[in-house]
């Protein structure tokens, strides 16, 4: 459960990350994708807690896991297309700003610097 516990925290992260720093100046310009990117972070949240459950009562199953990872990976290619299609016109400086000095705080962190990476073509 220790795995799953550090996975858990990694996703977290990433998603803190992106509604700390992405998703509100992303509900300016586009609310429906940032309604979208929310709802689907919930969903992944409750997937974690679903699956680390089960392997607390060891009935872990494939089909939940290979489900997960599916949804996991749509998820991901949906985030990469809206935040790298225009997020230069949607943060202002004082959020790029931000994001650039959470990006290299966050190189510096292991169980985060694996979030940076969708924040890494979205700033100079």
């Given at each position: 459960?220790?795995?799953?516990?550090?996975?858990?925290?990694?996703?977290?992260?990433?998603?803190?990350?992106?509604?700390?720093?992405?998703?509100?100046?992303?509900?300016?310009?586009?609310?429906?994708?940032?309604?979208?990117?929310?709802?689907?972070?919930?969903?992944?949240?409750?997937?974690?807690?679903?699956?680390?459950?089960?392997?607390?009562?060891?009935?872990?199953?494939?089909?939940?896991?290979?489900?997960?990872?599916?949804?996991?990976?749509?998820?991901?290619?949906?985030?990469?297309?809206?935040?790298?299609?225009?997020?230069?016109?949607?943060?202002?400086?004082?959020?790029?700003?931000?994001?650039?000095?959470?990006?290299?705080?966050?190189?510096?962190?292991?169980?985060?610097a694996s979030s940076s990476s969708t924040f890494t073509g979205l700033v100079r």
């Amino acid at each position: 459960t220790r795995l799953v516990s550090d996975w858990s925290s990694d996703v977290c992260s990433s998603d803190l990350a992106e509604e700390t720093f992405m998703v509100p100046a992303l509900g300016r310009a586009r609310p429906r994708d940032a309604r979208a990117i929310l709802a689907e972070h919930r969903l992944i949240r409750e997937r974690v807690a679903e699956i680390g459950a089960s392997i607390g009562r060891r009935e872990m199953c494939a089909d939940l896991v290979r489900d997960f990872i599916a949804e996991l990976d749509a998820h991901a290619r949906q985030e990469e297309k809206i935040f790298h299609t225009g997020a230069e016109n949607w943060l202002d400086d004082q959020e790029r700003a931000l994001l650039i000095a959470y990006r290299d705080g966050a190189r510096s962190d292991s169980s985060v610097a694996s979030s940076s990476s969708t924040f890494t073509g979205l700033v100079r």
